[in-house]
T-cell receptor, first 115, second 111 residues
Framework: DAGVIQSPRHEVTEMGQEVTLRCKPI?????LFWYRQTMMRGLELLIY????????DSGMPEDRFSAKMPNASFSTLKIQPSEPRDSAVYFC?????????????FGSGTRLTVV | DQQVKQNSPSLSVQEGRISILNCDYT??????FLWYKKYPAEGPTFLIS?????DKNEDGRFTVFLNKSAKHLSLHIVPSQPGDSAVYFC??????????FGSGTQLTVLP
């Protein structure tokens, strides 16, 4: 099992550019989560999908952020336009089932730097 | 408003001693609590969990304690080893079936 795969590992972009982060969850996991890690706020939930359907997107900071899950094996998080305050590490995680005792499996993250 | 708080950003302990990491929560609807460990340049990995119907769960060197009345949980690592040096995140969940994480505590175990 390759685990949760995120790409790219690092992204440096200029303010105003569009950024797309990608995630491939573990096969068979039907819940997918996007988190953002910052020094001040730790791990913040951005959006949560179950069976490819967005369940809770209340953590998405603003309209510049959007996320899609077109199928069970792929999700994207897009920022357009990007701003320096979006610089953070973005994690994708997946989970089998909905019970919390099925712990999340996280990817290695994408470190985004907006200059 | 952070519903899960880890008030100590860092902790240093001597190898062989006990490490105690603390976490407080405000939402009384949380019924499941987890600890994750994160090494640099890696994603967090699940460490140990506890349901609200218990007050203690043990797994090898790791023990999690839950005090529901105080809305407080702690992770004890004994004996601490240099390989335990990492960021530890506390997380809590409830009926929403998603986890709320704290801001993390950097544990450094000194040889």
């Amino acid at each position: 099992d390759a685990g949760v795969i995120q790409s790219p590992r690092h992204e440096v972009t200029e303010m105003g550019q569009e950024v797309t982060l990608r995630c491939k969850p573990i096969s068979g996991h039907n819940s997918l989560f996007w988190y953002r890690q910052t020094m001040m706020r730790g791990l913040e939930l951005l959006i949560y999908f179950n069976n490819n359907v967005p369940i809770d997107d209340s953590g998405m900071p603003e309209d510049r952020f959007s996320a899609k899950m077109p199928n069970a094996s792929f999700s994207t998080l897009k920022i357009q336009p990007s701003e320096p305050r979006d610089s953070a590490v973005y994690f994708c995680a997946s989970r089998e089932g909905q019970q919390l005792n099925y712990g999340y499996t996280f990817g290695s993250g994408t470190r985004l730097t907006v200059v | 408003d952070q519903q899960v708080k880890q008030n100590s950003p860092s902790l240093s302990v001597q190898e062989g001693r006990i490490s105690i990491l603390n976490c407080d929560y405000t939402n009384s609807m949380f019924d499941y609590f987890l600890w994750y460990k994160k090494y640099p340049a890696e994603g967090p990995t699940f460490l140990i969990s506890i349901s609200s119907i218990k007050d203690k769960n043990e797994d090898g060197r790791f023990t999690v304690f839950l005090n529901k009345s105080a809305k407080h949980l702690s992770l004890h690592i004994v004996p601490s080893q240099p390989g335990d040096s990492a960021v530890y995140f506390c997380a809590a969940g409830g009926s929403a079936r998603q986890l709320t994480f704290g801001s993390g505590t950097q544990l450094t175990v000194l040889p």
